[in-house]
C-alpha cells in the first residue's frame, strides 16, 4: 500500500488548488478523483475572480476574498511558468450590473455596508449611473440603471485553469488517481486509509475538497459538513469577435469569443437538468443587459450543482475527533484557487487552521449556536 | 468544384456571393450554390483562420457556415437559394453589432 | 406559435414517412418535422424534385433511390401535418418539442415522441481531411440528388463500404469518372462466417458484384488493399496519397470522397438521456430500444438508422413497427390488432436484416480510421484539436473520458456538438487506456441540438 505525506479527494478546482499547493510545499500527494460523468461543480465556473459581492455583513470573508484576488497575479504567472498553460486571467475591476432602480439603490447600500466594515483593507467603490457605466460600456441596453464598480474584480479561464492545476500537482511529483471514488475510509488521528478505485492508499494528513461529496465524506471523520448542492443553468454562445467592454456578472466573454450567460439559483437537490423556465428567463435577462445578443446563437445550455452551505460561506475546519482530516468547501472555486493554493495549503501542511479562517469553522453550524 | 449536369434543367435565380452575381439553380442550397461558383474556401475558421467548405452537406459538420442575407453562421446547406440572396464567406469567428 | 399533436416524428426519412403514414392511419394526429425542402431524409434526398424535374436521373440514381418515390407518395396522402426547412432544437422532460423554421422559434406538444434523425457519415480523420473539396460521398450523392450537380474537375472517391462503390458508379452513369476508386482494407476473413445469412438476404450481393463490374467496364481503377491516406494541398486538396501494394501513390485531385459507413445521428436522443450502449460490430453508440422501438425514455421511440445502422427497406419497417406501438399506447388499437399488423413488418425485417452482419463485419472501420494514429490528424474539426494532443492528455494527465477531455482541451465545444469527434475522441481514449469504448461512455449532449439565438428562445414565451 501506498504511503503518502497527504491525501485530497476531489480534483476539482478546490481539490486540485490545494493538492497543488500541498505539492508545492514538497508534500508526496495523492489526488484522488471520480471518473468522467461526475457532478463536477467546477463545469457550473463562470470564471470570475470577483470581490465585490462577497461577505457582505461577514467582513472576514470579503477579507479571504480579497487576499485571493491580490495573490491571483503572481499565482496566474507561477502556473503559466510551471505548466504553460495561460489560465487567461485578467485584473481590471468589474462591475456589478443593476437593472431596476431598486436593484442599483440596494446595491449602493451593500457597497456602503461592504466599505464601513472593511477597517484597514478599505473597500472602495463607485455607483455607475447609466450614463457612466454607458461610457465604460456602450453595449449596455437602455433600460439597465447602473452598476456599482471595483477595482478588485478579476477573471480566468476555469477550464484552462483546472488542466493548469493537474499539471502542475504532477510535475511537483503529485499521483493522480482517476475513476477513484472513495469506497471505504479508515479514520485515526494522523492516520487515514482510504479504499478507492480498486487500490487503498494512507497518509497522516486528509483533506476532503469532494464538494457535495463532503457531506458524507465528513462524517466518516467527525466533520459535520451541511452543504447542499443548488443548481445553476448556464448558457454558452457561438464564438463572438470580442465585445464585452468590462468583467461583469451574468455575462462573461471568454478569450476565445463565447459569452457564458448565467445564472439561475434553484435548490432542487441532485438535479442538473436544464429547463425551458429558465432558459427563457436568461435569455430575456441577457438581452435586457445586452441588446446586442438578441441575434447571437447560444451552442449549449447545462445545469451545474454549486456546493453550497446554509451560509453561503466557505466550510474550512480540521476535524477534533481525527486531526490531519481536513475540509475545504466553498461555491467560489475560482475566486479563492489562489488561497487555497498558496494559503490553505501551507496551514494544512503546518497541521493548523489560523484564527482568520476561525469564521469558516464548521462549528457556526452546531445546534446550540443556532439558539 | 462542382457543375450542373446539362440535363439537370430547371429554373434559375440569381444569387450574389462574396459580391458577385450568379446563377444557381432553383431549389439548390446556399452551400451548393457555393460549391457550384467554385467560391471555396468559403469560410475561415475562428481558430486559426484555417481554411474550410462544405463537408456533409447534411447539417451535421457546420462547415458550411457562411453569412446568408446579412446573418452569420448559416449552415448553408439547409437553406434553399431564393432571388437575390446574398452568400458570403465568413471569416473567424461572428462581429456583432451595438 | 404552440401547436399540440398525439404524434410528433422528428425526420422525414423512410423511417418517420412510414411512421407518419402508418400513424395517420390508425387515427393519431401526426406531424412530421424534418430540416430540408422535401420529405425523403438522405437516402430518398429530392426524390420528389427529381422524378417531376429530372425522370432520367431516377435510372442513373438506380432502383434503391426510385423506391423512394411510393413512400413520400404515401406519405402526402397520409393527412399527417409536414414541418419542412424546420429544425428541432431541444425536446424538454414533457415532451415539449422546440422548432425554429421560418426565423422563428416555436413549441409544439407532444403525447408521444419518435426520433427518426438517421444516420451520418462516419468521421474520416485523415491527414488533411479538413481541406476544402475534401468532402464525404453522402454530400456527393446529395449533391447529384437534389441539384444535378457533379464534380467538375478531378476527383476520387476512397474508403470503405457499399456507399463507395455506389456513388462511383451513379457519377460515371452521370458522365464523369474518379481518377481512381481507393478502396482501403476489408474484413472479408472477420466477414466470412455471415456469409451465408448474407446471401439469402434480398438481392444484397448481386448489388454489391454489379457495381464492380460497371465500374471496371467503364475502366475506373479500383485500388483494393489501400492504406496510409493522406490529402495535401493549401487552400484546398490538390492530391490524395495512399499506400498500395506496397508503393506510395499519389493522385491529383481537387475533390475527395470520402467514406467509411454511417453511423447514428444521436445527439437529439442523446439531449433527451435516451440511454445508449456500444455496439461493437457496427462500431458506434446505439440507443438501448426494445422490439417496438421504444427508448429508455417515457414516450420517446427511435426508429430507423438512428437506432443502429438497419438500412433503408429495414428502416421503412421500423417506422411502421413505432407507430404501431405509440398508436397502441394511445389506445388507438388494440394490443391483439397491434400484433396482428406487426407479424409481416416483423417477417420482412428479419429478411433485411440478415444482411447487416455481413456487411457490418466485412466494413468494418479499421483502427486506424477509428482511432488516427498520426498524431498530426484533426480530430475536432471545429476546435481544432489534433490526435497527438488527445492521446496526450490522456497517458500524461490521466484524463477518464470525453468529457473531462472536453474540460480540458475544449474538444466536442464547437457548434457540431461533437458530431465529427465524438466517435473518434473515445477510440482514441479507449486505446490509450486499453479498454472498451462502451467502457470509456461517450460526451454529455446538451440542448440545443441546434444552435438557436437568445431572441428567438425569449420570443418563445413559456
Known sequence: ?371 | MFKTLPDAGGATVIVVINGAPFSAPLGCTAAAALLLAGAVPSRTTPVSGAPRAPYCMMGACFECLAEIDGAPNQQACLVPVVEGMRINRQSGSVATKI | MSAAFDYVIVGAGPAGLAAATTGSSLGLKTAVIDEQAEPGGQIYRAIETVSARRPAHLQLLGDDYAVGADVVKRFRASGADYLPLTTVWQIDGGRNVFTRGNGRASRIAAKRILIATGAMERPVPVPGWTLPGVMTCGAAQTLLKSTGAVPAGRFVVAGSGPLLLLIAAQLVRAGVKPAVVIETRTNRLAALRHLPAFLSAPGYLSKGLNLIAELRTAGVPIHSGASNLRINGDDGAREIEYDWHGHTRREAADVVLLHQGIVPNMNLALSLRCDHQWDAAQRSFRPQLDAWGNSSVDGVQIAGDNGGIIGAQAAELSGGLAALAAAFSLQKISADDRDRQARPLRAKMKRHLGARPFLDALYRAPQVVAAPGEPDTIVCRCEEIRAGEIRRIVTEQGCPGPNQMKSFTRCGMGPCQGRLCGLTVVELIAESRGISPGEVGYYRIRSPVKPITLGEIAGLGV
Open chain 1, 1 to 371: 500500500m501506498p504511503r503518502f505525506d497527504s491525501l485530497v479527494i476531489g480534483g476539482g478546482l478546490v481539490g486540485s488548488a490545494v493538492a497543488y499547493g500541498l505539492a508545492r510545499r514538497g508534500l508526496k500527494v495523492a489526488l484522488l478523483d471520480e471518473g468522467d460523468v461526475a457532478y463536477r461543480a467546477s463545469r457550473g465556473n463562470f470564471g470570475l475572480v470577483w470581490v465585490q459581492s462577497k461577505g457582505i455583513g461577514v467582513p472576514e470573508y470579503q477579507r479571504w476574498t480579497r487576499q485571493s484576488s491580490t495573490l491571483w497575479d503572481d499565482f496566474a504567472i507561477e502556473l503559466k511558468n510551471e505548466t504553460g498553460v495561460d489560465v487567461a486571467h485578467e485584473h481590471r475591476g468589474g462591475v456589478h450590473i443593476c437593472i431596476s432602480e431598486e436593484d442599483f439603490a440596494a446595491r449602493r447600500r451593500q457597497m456602503e455596508q461592504l466599505h464601513l466594515e472593511s477597517g484597514e483593507t478599505r473597500f472602495e467603490y463607485e455607483m455607475l449611473d447609466h450614463a457612466q457605466l454607458k461610457k465604460l460600456m456602450p453595449e449596455i441596453g437602455p433600460e439597465v440603471a447602473g452598476a456599482s464598480y471595483t477595482p478588485y474584480d478579476g477573471a480566468a479561464n476555469p477550464l484552462y485553469l483546472l488542466r493548469s492545476l493537474h499539471s502542475a500537482f504532477l510535475k511537483r511529483g503529485g499521483q493522480y488517481f482517476p475513476n477513484s471514488r472513495v469506497g471505504a475510509l479508515k479514520a485515526a488521528p494522523h492516520d487515514f486509509t482510504v479504499t478507492a478505485g480498486g487500490a487503498k492508499f494512507n497518509a497522516p494528513k486528509l483533506v476532503l475538497a469532494a464538494g457535495l461529496g463532503n457531506k458524507t465524506l465528513g462524517a466518516l471523520v467527525g466533520l459535520n459538513v451541511p452543504v447542499e448542492p443548488v443548481k445553476g443553468q448556464i448558457f454558452v454562445t457561438e464564438r463572438v469577435k470580442p465585445i464585452l467592454s468590462m468583467l461583469t456578472i451574468w455575462v462573461r466573454q471568454m478569450a476565445e469569443g463565447g459569452l457564458l450567460i448565467g445564472e439561475s439559483r434553484e435548490e432542487v437537490g441532485f438535479n442538473d437538468a436544464t429547463t425551458p423556465d429558465v432558459q427563457q428567463f436568461l435569455a430575456a435577462r441577457a438581452i435586457k443587459m445586452f441588446p446586442f445578443l438578441r441575434d447571437v446563437r447560444i451552442v449549449r445550455h447545462w445545469g451545474a450543482l454549486r456546493v453550497m452551505a446554509p451560509d453561503g460561506l466557505p466550510i474550512y475546519e480540521q476535524s477534533g475527533h481525527f486531526p490531519g482530516a481536513f475540509v475545504a468547501t466553498c461555491h467560489s472555486g475560482v475566486t479563492l484557487a489562489a488561497a487555497h493554493a498558496l494559503r490553505y495549503a501551507k496551514f494544512v501542511a503546518d497541521g493548523a487552521l489560523p484564527p482568520e479562517l476561525a469564521r469558516f469553522s464548521n462549528k457556526r453550524f452546531d445546534v446550540q449556536n443556532a439558539a
